[in-house]
């Protein structure tokens, strides 16, 4: 096999590493999923939860910044985990992010058909939630298959679009309301320690994806300064955003009538009751562009850590073959993708809603995530880094690493006592690419 053309083509800068970060973690898909299911079960306290998720993500961020002089290439941040732990448990870590990527990329897809279906009714033209997915799905992967700077163009375009629509909303929002907006939402008094429990995950799950710059190292020019950058910019700008919005936000559902706020689109329905006919049409348009980006950035995301675990022969050689114009990991990209739109369409055939596909899902992913997270903060704490002192290191990584045992632990916890099942599965798969490491020769 000719290895110069199985190789991924170095051709990124640093806008384009950014924009895979900030467009995976959908901005805008917090804003108009996330922040209402928060705001369902913490209330006013959705603010804390995000603000401790920040401070959490961020320690995380930081801890792979000090990875910089040891690119990670297409495992993504599997490849800090083999450096610091070894072959077998990088390779585990990777296995892990087809897990997290795979389950994040079907939530994305189930909301994205969600919404294509509702733009077909009002146009006279019903779809079946399978094939609104599957629509959605030959969308992302005509993107993701072409020239990758094709991908990460598109999620900074649609990403910068939905965010001025729902920054546009949150100004409505603030008007009408006056200064009670803010101080009735920022006040803390009355918040319990269950509310910011309840709404953590959800803000966790939040910042899932910024990480994925990381994905496109192997592609970038300077990947020493454009991935790290990345991690950086990503967490900072979507965290400052989702605080502005699970205050303002919060404030304004809390107008709205207890079935309108557990609707499937109560921010839509907000724009509509503070805005002029039609506002929440443009809520919509702007969940579409969002969702849009962050499917395409999980699925740019998956294939690479795909066609990675193929390098390596845990999965079979044949899903590391390149297009030939392109140079992407198409091959990677049809395995990756196809059986999972074959699962969504099978749980949409079982009736499960859109925003239950995605709390299910979520949550599987928020697990392999927080694993994968772990494992990247015990091997900076087990290993000399180049270029960070070891007080450095041992602080941040040492910080990181209670961060996400405080998370996890308290999240598998709740899943124990509520959702076993999904506990089990992931625990079930994750002992299926153990399996699989370990009979590589």
């Known amino acids: 096999m000719d290895v110069q053309a199985n190789q991924l083509r170095r051709s990124l800068g640093p806008v384009a590493i950014g924009a895979q970060a900030v467009g995976?973690?959908?901005?805008?898909l917090t804003a108009v999923i996330n922040i209402p299911a928060a705001?369902?079960?913490?209330?006013?306290?959705?603010?804390?939860?995000?603000?401790?998720?920040?401070?959490?993500?961020?320690?995380?961020?930081?801890?792979?910044?000090?990875?910089?002089h040891q690119p990670a290439g297409a495992a993504g941040i599997a490849g800090y985990v083999e450096h610091g732990l070894g072959l077998r448990m990088g390779q585990l870590a990777c296995w892990a992010l087809v897990l997290g990527y795979g389950a994040t990329l079907l939530a994305c897809l189930a909301f994205l058909g969600?919404?294509?279906?509702?733009l077909l009714r009002t146009l006279g033209l019903p779809l079946l939630p399978e094939l609104s997915l599957l629509v959605g799905a030959v969308a992302c992967w005509g993107m993701a298959r072409r020239d990758v700077h094709v991908s990460t163009n598109t999620m900074l375009i649609t990403e910068t679009i939905s965010v001025l629509i729902v920054?546009?909303?949150?100004?409505?929002?603030?008007?009408?309301?006056?200064?009670?907006?803010?101080?009735?939402?920022?006040?803390?008094?009355?918040?319990?320690?269950?509310?910011?429990?309840?709404?953590?995950?959800?803000?966790?799950l939040s910042f899932i994806g910024f990480e994925s710059a990381a994905n496109l190292g192997g592609e970038a020019l300077d990947p020493e300064r454009a991935v790290p950058q990345a991690l950086r910019t990503a967490v900072l700008v979507a965290g400052g955003l989702f605080l502005v919005w699970a205050m303002v936000l919060t404030e304004g559902l809390s107008w709205l009538p207890p079935a309108a706020r557990?609707?499937?689109?109560?921010?839509?329905?907000?724009?509509?009751?503070?805005?002029?006919?039609?506002?929440?049409?443009?809520?919509r348009i702007g969940a579409f562009l969002c969702l849009f980006g962050?499917?395409?950035?999980?699925?740019?995301?998956?294939?690479?850590?795909?066609?990675?675990?193929?390098e390596a022969r845990?999965?079979?050689a044949a899903l590391q073959v390149l297009h030939p114009r392109w140079r992407t990991p198409t091959t990677a990209l049809n395995a990756s993708l196809w059986p999972l739109v074959a699962l969504g369409g099978t749980l949409l055939h079982q009736r499960f809603s859109a925003s239950r596909i995605y709390d299910l899902l979520g949550g599987f992913g928020v697990l392999a995530f927080l694993l994968v997270y772990g494992l990247v903060a015990v091997a900076a704490l087990g290993h000399p880094l180049q270029g960070v002192g070891r007080e450095r290191r041992r602080g941040v990584a040492g910080a990181a690493l209670a961060a996400v045992i405080a998370v996890g632990g308290g999240y598998i916890s709740s899943l124990w006592s509520g959702q076993a099942p999904l506990l089990l599965s992931f625990i079930a798969l994750l002992g299926l690419g153990g399996a699989l490491v370990l009979r590589r020769r």
Request: aromatic fraction near 6%.
């Open 24 to 28: 995976t973690v959908g901005l805008t």
């Open 39 to 68: 705001a369902a079960v913490a209330g006013r306290a959705t603010w804390i939860a995000y603000a401790l998720a920040l401070v959490a993500i961020a320690l995380v961020s930081e801890t792979l910044v000090l990875f910089r």
């Open 114 to 118: 969600f919404y294509i279906e509702a």
């Open 167 to 204: 920054l546009g909303l949150c100004a409505v929002v603030l008007r009408h309301g006056g200064t009670a907006a803010d101080l009735t939402a920022i006040n803390p008094l009355g918040d319990t320690a269950t509310q910011v429990r309840s709404g953590l995950m959800i803000a966790v």
């Open 262 to 283: 557990l609707g499937l689109d109560p921010i839509s329905t907000l724009a509509n009751q503070l805005g002029r006919p039609g506002a929440g049409a443009w809520i």
């Open 294 to 310: 962050s499917g395409l950035g999980c699925l740019t995301a998956l294939t690479r850590v795909t066609y990675h675990l193929a």
């Open 314 to 316: 845990v999965l079979p």
